[in-house]
């Protein structure tokens, strides 16, 4: 019913950046709170940034902010996640999330995920 699917992932060199796209159908986008996470083989699964349904409030965890952005176009159902000076502990599967409340405060309050793209930096 509800598909995420993600895409942009890749292998990059330390410093580069990628643009990750989460394209979402069987629901209605533009009243579905985003998300970004993110998990390395072995650690948990960890937050990475978040998007109100209107675009209007964004929040990152401490490690990612001020090189991640996560924007959002409702018109074509689609979230991004422009990730820039990237880093070898950037290097996990991200995946996209999407929660029916308008301000989602854990992990738990997002019901639909994608099933992943995976991002790798070489150092």
């Known amino acids: 019913q509800v598909q995420l699917v993600e895409s942009g992932g890749g292998l990059v060199q330390a410093g580069d950046s990628l643009r990750l796209s989460c394209a979402a159908s069987?629901?209605?986008?533009?009243?579905?709170?985003m998300g970004w996470f993110r998990q390395a083989p072995g650690k948990e699964r960890e937050f990475v940034a978040r998007?109100?349904?209107?675009?209007?409030?964004?929040y990152y965890s401490d490690s990612v902010k001020g090189r991640f952005t996560i924007s959002r176009d409702n018109a074509k159902n689609t979230v991004y996640l422009q990730m820039n000076s990237l880093k070898p502990e950037d290097t996990a599967v991200y995946y996209c999330?999407?929660?029916?409340?308008?301000?989602?405060?854990?992990?738990?309050?997002?019901?639909?995920w994608g099933q992943g793209t995976q991002v790798t930096v070489s150092s």
């Open positions: 998007i109100s349904w209107n675009g209007g409030t964004t």
């Open positions: 069987g629901l209605t986008f533009s009243r579905q709170s």
């Open positions: 999330a999407a929660s029916p409340l308008p301000w989602p405060l854990a992990t738990a309050h997002f019901g639909s």
